[in-house]
């Protein structure tokens, strides 16, 4: 089967998306190797003006396409022109076209893939920017429908996509990321810090973990830093200025985007880690602490009920007081921490970027077919 992956999201300073597109395309290529009983041949797609696609050691194997042609030019074009095909600036022919995002790449025969990673943009548009604001809440809709097969990362996102996009549930195949091959840690650090990990935007929640932070700090004699780690955008500085000053000043601090090959430190020194989402469409910070036993404090909603199960807290994340009597259990709680560390290991090793690739190669093959029964329906 020969297909091609847009994989611009992974380009540099890799997020959530951009690490599900890289351990995707690692994990399709090891797992159907040339000995593997179903034949794969990847081509990875690039198009920037600044960025170049250069394949490292795990994903070598693939074809890689690298155009010099602006992020914003070409998705422009794709979203509004549907032009030029993927074939056309790939110079080649698929069976698959792959977009990590939920609109389409355009092609002219092949089977067309979307992945949608959560709706948060069609319920709340004021919590993004961009291109994101301008194309996905007035075209993912149709171009989830027109798509041969819609893939998401979790069960939740699934029935969003049915009941919001209108998509039917046989035509959505659920791939949730893996967990990366970590052995759990020994030992949990008895003074080691509050962790949030993630891109430092709306979403996030960040202001109201700022808030519980400073209850869960008031009158302690003695309180873990907190660290503030990811990639700050647009409308961040507010909450950047507010660490450094009084009461965060000197207990908070921000340390900005940490390389993929620097995760593993990163969690290893955190007492545990707090995720206060408003909406989640898996979590992939809450799967990577659980797999190194990091407690988890996560909100109860979208997906991160799903994703944490029984291995931590879960709060309202819109209220500040019970974030912080989360954090104080775990961080007060030995027991009770122990305990949260133990079942999230277990948690975590239900997820496998093996499963995700062998899901994804029959989301694949459910796409090639529905692509032909809609050809042959036309011919009739």
């Keep these: 089967m020969r297909v091609l992956i847009d994989y611009r999201a992974a380009l540099s300073e890799r997020s959530g998306v951009g690490e599900y597109t890289h351990q995707l395309a690692r994990a399709l290529l090891t797992t159907f190797s040339p000995a593997s009983d179903k034949r794969l041949d990847l081509t990875l797609f690039s198009s920037s003006w600044k960025d170049r696609l250069v394949p490292g050691a795990e994903i070598r194997t693939a074809s890689a396409v690298d155009r010099r042609v602006p992020v914003r030019l070409l998705n422009f074009a794709w979203h509004r022109l549907e032009w030029p095909s993927a074939e056309a600036l790939a110079g080649g022919r698929f069976d698959v076209t792959h977009s990590l995002h939920p609109l389409l790449m355009p092609a002219r025969s092949a089977a067309q893939v979307v992945t949608i990673h959560d709706l948060d943009f069609l319920l709340h548009p004021e919590r993004t920017r961009g291109e994101i604001k301008r194309d996905y809440p007035a075209r993912?809709?149709?171009?989830?429908?027109?798509?041969?097969?819609?893939?998401?990362?979790?069960?939740?996102?699934?029935?969003?996509v049915e009941r919001l996009l209108q998509v039917p549930r046989h035509r959505i195949s659920v791939c949730s990321p893996g967990a990366p091959p970590w052995n759990p840690r020994q030992i949990q650090p008895?003074?080691?810090?509050?962790?949030?990990?993630?891109?430092?935007?709306?979403?996030?929640?960040?202001?109201?973990?700022?808030?519980?932070?400073?209850?869960?700090?008031?009158?302690?004699?003695?309180?873990?830093?907190?660290?503030?780690?990811?990639?700050?955008?647009?409308?961040?500085?507010?909450?950047?200025?507010?660490?450094?000053?009084?009461p965060l000043k000197g207990i908070a601090r921000y340390i900005g985007y940490v390389n993929p090959a620097t995760r593993r430190e990163l969690y290893e020194g955190a007492r545990i880690l707090v995720q206060p989402s408003f909406d989640e469409g898996f979590g992939l910070t809450v799967l990577e602490a659980m797999t190194l036993g990091v407690p988890v404090v996560a909100a109860n909603r979208g997906a991160l009920p799903e994703v944490l199960g029984d291995a931590g807290v879960l709060v309202d994340p819109s209220d500040p007081d019970?974030?912080?009597?989360?954090?104080?259990?775990?961080?007060?709680?030995?027991?009770?921490?122990?305990?949260?560390?133990?079942?999230?290991?277990?948690?975590?090793?239900?997820?496998?970027?093996?499963?995700t690739a062998r899901s994804v190669y029959a989301a694949y093959e459910a796409a090639v077919a529905q692509k032909a029964a809609t050809a042959g329906a036309g011919e009739r």
């Excluded at 869960?216 to 907190?226: E, H, K, Q, T």
């Excluded at 700050?232 to 950047?240: D, I, N, P, Q, R």
């Excluded at 030995?334 to 496998?352: D, K």
């Design 190 to 246: 008895a003074r080691g810090y509050v962790l949030f990990f993630g891109t430092l935007e709306p979403r996030k929640n960040v202001g109201a973990l700022l808030d519980a932070y400073e209850r869960f700090a008031m009158g302690r004699r003695s309180v873990p830093p907190l660290v503030l780690a990811g990639k700050a955008v647009e409308g961040s500085s507010g909450w950047l200025e507010r660490i450094d000053r009084p």
């Design 140 to 160: 993912a809709r149709d171009h989830a429908n027109r798509a041969d097969r819609v893939i998401v990362v979790s069960e939740f996102t699934a029935r969003e």
């Design 322 to 355: 019970v974030l912080a009597a989360a954090m104080a259990s775990l961080i007060d709680d030995q027991g009770l921490a122990e305990t949260a560390a133990m079942n999230g290991v277990r948690q975590a090793q239900r997820y496998t970027w093996e499963q």
